[in-house]
């Protein structure tokens, strides 16, 4: 792998791309990142990349796409795996990364909520999906216990939005101690922290306020107040 000439399309407040680099940091992965701008995409990236949309790894000139498959790759090109290896465990993580994908749409549809009545349905959407993945968790400190696995590389940008989210609205994430505890510990841990550009949240907290939503105004007034 290290003979490898390894390259991630990135953007700057892509969640998807933060699974990726975690891996890599993780794996201790020689690589470059590449920032693009999704609003600008550039001829070369709309080649690369069939669906338009980050990340995308280059190896050897060699491309991949898709943020799970990206992840998949890295690790089972290094020693170690940050999956289980019993095939239906592995199967299961493989469920909950899934899962993970769909939380983040849900988060997308809360930002982007128009009206206060379609806020407080993505809130009672998301407030329900973590408490069934409360109800899944170990007692830590990571999602299957002491191994720090993909799943936990999925959740971090998860929890990472409500970073700026829990300034302004509680979604409850603090009442469930199981899912409180991870998310303190994925915090801690230094691929996580390596993930991001260095003013990513006044960067997120910026691209919540450019939208005519409902969680624009909401924190607009809070910050007025």
Not at 91 to 103: D, G, L, M, V
Not at 153 to 163: E, G, L
């Given at each position: 792998?290290?003979?490898?000439?390894?390259?991630?399309?990135?953007?700057?407040?892509?969640?998807?791309?933060?699974?990726?680099?975690?891996?890599?940091?993780?794996?201790?992965?020689?690589?470059?990142?590449?920032?693009?701008?999704?609003?600008?995409?550039?001829?070369?990236?709309?080649?690369?990349?069939?669906?338009?949309?980050?990340?995308?790894?280059?190896?050897?000139?060699?491309?991949?796409?898709?943020?799970?498959?990206?992840?998949?790759?890295?690790?089972?090109?290094?020693?170690?795996?940050?999956?289980?290896?019993?095939?239906?465990?592995?199967?299961?993580?493989?469920?909950?990364?899934?899962?993970?994908?769909?939380?983040?749409?849900?988060?997308?549809?809360?930002?982007?909520?128009?009206?206060?009545?379609?806020?407080?349905?993505?809130?009672?959407?998301?407030?329900?999906?973590?408490?069934?993945?409360?109800?899944?968790?170990?007692?830590?400190?990571?999602?299957?216990?002491?191994?720090?696995?993909?799943?936990?590389?999925?959740?971090?940008?998860?929890?990472?939005?409500?970073?700026?989210?829990?300034?302004?609205?509680?979604?409850?994430?603090?009442?469930?101690?199981?899912?409180?505890?991870?998310?303190?510990?994925?915090?801690?841990?230094?691929?996580?922290?390596?993930?991001?550009?260095s003013d990513y949240y006044e960067r997120l907290?910026?691209?919540?306020?450019?939208?005519?939503?409902?969680?624009?105004?909401?924190?607009?007034?809070?910050?007025?107040?």
């Amino acid at each position: 792998m290290p003979e490898q000439e390894i390259t991630l399309i990135s953007h700057k407040l892509c969640p998807f791309v933060q699974r990726a680099r975690i891996v890599l940091d993780e794996k201790r992965i020689p690589h470059q990142i590449r920032f693009i701008d999704l609003s600008n995409k550039p001829d070369w990236f709309i080649r690369l990349s069939p669906l338009g949309k980050v990340p995308v790894l280059l190896v050897d000139g060699r491309r991949l796409f898709e943020s799970a498959p990206i992840a998949e790759y890295l690790d089972e090109t290094t020693p170690g795996s940050m999956h289980p290896a019993d095939p239906f465990d592995k199967a299961e993580h493989r469920a909950w990364i899934e899962y993970a994908s769909n939380t983040l749409g849900l988060i997308s549809s809360f930002y982007s909520a128009p009206d206060t009545a379609s806020l407080d349905r993505a809130v009672d959407g998301l407030h329900n999906r973590f408490v069934t993945l409360n109800q899944r968790l170990s007692s830590g400190p990571y999602f299957n216990g002491a191994g720090f696995s993909l799943v936990d590389a999925a959740f971090a940008p998860v929890f990472r939005y409500f970073d700026v989210i829990d300034d302004y609205i509680d979604l409850g994430l603090d009442d469930m101690e199981r899912l409180r505890l991870w998310r303190s510990a994925l915090a801690r841990r230094p691929s996580l922290r390596h993930a991001v550009v260095s003013d990513y949240y006044e960067r997120l907290r910026r691209f919540f306020l450019n939208r005519d939503t409902a969680f624009a105004r909401m924190i607009t007034t809070t910050d007025a107040a």
